[in-house]
T-cell receptor, first 114, second 113 residues
Framework: DAGVIQSPRHEVTEMGQEVTLRCKPI?????LFWYRQTMMRGLELLIY????????DSGMPEDRFSAKMPNASFSTLKIQPSEPRDSAVYFC????????????FGPGTRLTVL | KNQVEQSPQSLIILEGKNCTLQ??????????LRWYKQDTGRGPVSLTI?????NTKSNGRYTATLDADTKQSSLHITASQLSDSASYIC????????????FGDGTTLTVKP
């Protein structure tokens, strides 16, 4: 298995532009997580899905952020409009339900908003 | 509020030396505790998982301990190598939201030759 796949790996955009980050989870996994990581705040859970349904989006910072999971093999995280403070590394992770469900992380997308 | 606190924030050791990283948590009810290693520029990778009934678990040169009574865990690294340089993140699963985990801020370990 190729693991969790994220694209793009790097994104540089200007303030006010729309940004879309993409994630393909490991086949068969039924949980998908979106995280944001910065030096100041560490890893923060933004939202997670179970069987394509958003379960907890309390970590989404504001209405500019939205996430979708139209099917079991694809998810997007959209920021519109983007702001410089959104600059961070965004990780997608997936796991299989169960008592010991290990989260497998993708390589991350480094977002820079100028 | 569910919290996970790690110490020290950063640590520098010489190659071949041992070190211990600490993790204290307030997550309740407790399900499990996992240590992740995150190399620079990469996503975190699980090292070991501890459940309520486990006191110690080893994975090569990594040994994790758990004291569920005091809500403390440690990660001991033996005979450190340059490749151990990374951030080590303690993650506790539990609380009222079954699918959610609480992440610590991590300890940045630097191993010098």
């Amino acid at each position: 298995d190729a693991g969790v796949i994220q694209s793009p790996r790097h994104e540089v955009t200007e303030m006010g532009q729309e940004v879309t980050l993409r994630c393909k989870p490991i086949s068969g996994h039924d949980y998908l997580f979106w995280y944001r990581q910065t030096m100041m705040r560490g890893l923060e859970l933004l939202i997670y899905f179970n069987n394509n349904v958003p379960i907890d989006d309390s970590g989404m910072p504001e209405d500019r952020f939205s996430a979708k999971m139209p099917n079991a093999s694809f998810s997007t995280l959209k920021i519109q409009p983007s702001e410089p403070r959104d600059s961070a590394v965004y990780f997608c992770a997936s796991s299989l339900s169960g008592r010991y469900n290990e989260q497998f992380f993708g390589p991350g997308t480094r977002l820079t908003v100028l | 509020k569910n919290q996970v606190e790690q110490s020290p924030q950063s640590l520098i050791i010489l190659e071949g030396k041992n070190c211990t990283l600490q993790c204290n948590y307030t997550v309740s009810p407790f399900s499990n505790l996992r240590w992740y290693k995150q190399d620079t520029g990469r996503g975190p990778v699980s090292l070991t998982i501890m459940t309520f009934s486990e006191n110690t678990k080893s994975n090569g040169r990594y040994t994790a301990t758990l004291d569920a009574d005091t809500k403390q865990s440690s990660l001991h690294i033996t005979a450190s190598q340059l490749s151990d340089s990374a951030s080590y993140i303690c993650v506790v699963r539990g609380g009222t939201n079954a699918g959610k985990s609480t992440f610590g801020d991590g300890t940045t370990l630097t191993v010098k030759p």
